[in-house]
Nanobody
Framework: QVQLVESGGGLVQPGGSLTLSCAAS????????MGWYRQAPGKQRELVAR???????NYADSVKGRFTISRDNGQKMVYLQMNSLKPEDTAVYYC?????????WGQGTQVTVSS
């Protein structure tokens, strides 16, 4: 079992930055692929960024060059650094952990980009 708790969301102006954090429980955190997903009102949940157990990353085209995902296996943390935020980045952001058939979600944190 893995429990995920996100933090760091909030209201930010266009062009601003935010860092989301995800704290994970579980003794084998390092074996999980970790990801950040988002869901805007009326839209499907979509992958934002993913980091594998070996550290490889991939990003949605819409956030490439602006967002950076990272992980700290010792602290069991995953981060999403978001720069140059746009109004279209407004969504609830969810932390995700995957390993084989296991799939866990956090409760989500709201990010609102507005002037």
């Amino acid at each position: 079992q893995v429990q995920l708790v996100e933090s760091g969301g909030g209201l930010v102006q266009p062009g601003g930055s935010l860092t989301l954090s995800c704290a994970a429980s579980g003794s084998i955190f390092r074996l999980y692929a970790m990801g950040w997903y988002r869901q805007a009102p009326g839209k499907q949940r979509e992958l934002v960024a993913r980091i594998g157990s070996s550290g490889g990353t991939n990003y949605a085209d819409s956030v490439k060059g602006r967002f950076t995902i990272s992980r700290d296996n010792g602290q069991k943390m995953v981060y999403l650094q978001m720069n140059s935020l746009k109004p279209e980045d407004t969504a609830v952001y969810y932390c995700n952990a995957q390993r084989v058939v296991e799939n866990y979600w956090g409760q989500g944190t709201q990010v609102t980009v507005s002037s």
